[in-house]
């Protein structure tokens, strides 16, 4: 079973050429991966919204089960997960006993919106 697939890296590196301006190299490498050779969707111009769309479904649908929090920590990113997700993980109690610090809570509608729990949502 990999641990990381070649998929997800050229994810990356899509993004990264997207993030830089580079929006043919961006869509070259799209266009190289299964979108196009196994799912038959057509050439991705090289046009920002279409690639940045793009890389948001096929990361939710080849990664689907590749490792732990993928679509997660996706979601995330483009702030789409439903209200109330949390958006950080909590400290480790074992930890907070050492730093003496008081057990807390968060998530659902308890701390600040938009910084402990989500106030975006795909269904926007």
């Not at 697939?5 to 869509?27: H, I, P, S, V």
């Amino acid at each position: 079973m990999p641990e990381f697939y070649k998929a997800e890296n050229d994810y990356f590196l899509a993004e990264a050429a997207l993030r830089t301006g580079k929006l043919q190299e961006a869509a070259d490498v799209m266009n190289a991966s299964a979108r196009v050779t196994r799912g038959n969707l057509p050439a991705l111009p090289a046009d920002a919204a279409q690639i940045t769309k793009a890389v948001h479904y096929e990361r939710m649908v080849e990664l689907m089960l590749s490792g732990m929090g993928v679509q997660y920590f996706q979601m995330r990113k483009e702030n789409l997960l439903q209200q109330g997700t949390i958006l950080h993980f909590p400290i480790p109690g074992s930890q907070l006993d050492v730093m003496q610090m008081e057990y807390y809570t968060f998530g659902g509608s308890a701390g600040v919106a938009g910084q402990d729990y989500s106030n975006g949502g795909w269904n926007k």
